[in-house]
């Protein structure tokens, strides 16, 4: 029985420890960023620029904006939880084919911004760009709120706060705690993580056009959690599934460009 009891014991003092280092290291689950240096040089035209955005707290966020002349629109990008504009600036060959101008940021931690990872630091990041945008002669009725994956939860945040025209999201999830309760429930995910990042709970006060971009094999983030939002949603709205699209290679698929075009025509 005392053999029982001390094994039981080790057993909770190790579940404990387990649950410890969880809550301490879970930056380091959750977040992979690239780190640039400030010389790094970014794969540029004469027509592209590199920003540096200055957020309300005082945080210097780095960006790229590709504006061309006689685009309608202006996309605001929020990349996913993995690497730096380093590669992320790619993604600009997408979106410059619909017509539309971009603005992709490095949340803080990643690339040449400053400062660590924090909910609130994030979407304070994504105003100071919508601020800059607007400072750069935009209207808000022609920027579109564009996130993938980790960027859905700030994407979907400030189209309830801010002004703008459309919101695009591709992967997304109802919650990080949600997703994080479907992968490891026996380490109480609810109760430890610090970040929540509820794009559900933000899906029933969208008051602009949503367009939801999904594969149906995608392993990281289940297609359900697409549905549930999309459901959620009073307003205009669009949910496509792409078939034997994985989470990180939509674009591949002429099924996801022929959706972003279609979707900004019928703005």
Not at 202 to 208: C, D, E, G, Q, R
Not at 247 to 260: F, I, R, V, W
């Amino acid at each position: 029985m005392r053999i029982l009891k001390a094994l039981g014991l080790i057993l909770f003092i190790s579940y404990a420890l387990v649950l410890i280092l969880i809550y301490i290291f879970q930056d380091k689950m959750i977040f992979y960023p690239e780190k640039l240096p400030l010389n790094f040089k970014y794969n540029l035209s004469p027509l592209d620029t590199e920003v540096f955005i200055k957020t309300i707290d005082g945080v210097n966020i780095n960006g790229i904006l590709y504006r061309r002349p006689g685009n309608k629109y202006v996309i605001l990008y929020f990349h996913g939880n993995a690497g730096s504009l380093g590669g992320w600036q790619d993604v600009s060959n997408e979106i410059l084919a619909l017509n539309s101008d971009l603005l992709i940021i490095d949340n803080r931690g990643y690339g040449k911004s400053e400062d660590s990872f924090s909910e609130k630091g994030f979407y304070e990041d994504g105003r100071a760009a919508l601020r800059f945008l607007i400072s750069a002669g935009y209207k808000a009725d022609q920027v579109i709120l564009y996130g993938r994956s980790l960027g859905t939860g700030i994407a979907s945040e400030l189209a309830i706060t801010e002004n703008v025209k459309g919101l695009i999201l591709e992967t997304p999830y109802t919650s990080l705690k949600d997703l994080a309760n479907e992968r490891m429930s026996y380490f109480l995910p609810s109760l430890l993580m610090q970040y929540n990042f509820n794009t559900l709970q933000n899906a029933s006060k969208f008051s602009v056009p949503t367009l939801i971009l999904h594969g149906s094999k995608d392993d990281l983030i289940p297609f359900s959690h697409s549905q549930k939002i999309y459901d959620a949603i009073a307003g205009k709205k669009k949910l496509v599934l792409i078939e034997g699209g994985k989470h990180n290679n939509l674009n591949t698929y002429p099924e996801h460009q022929q959706a972003l075009s279609d979707f900004l025509n019928s703005l």
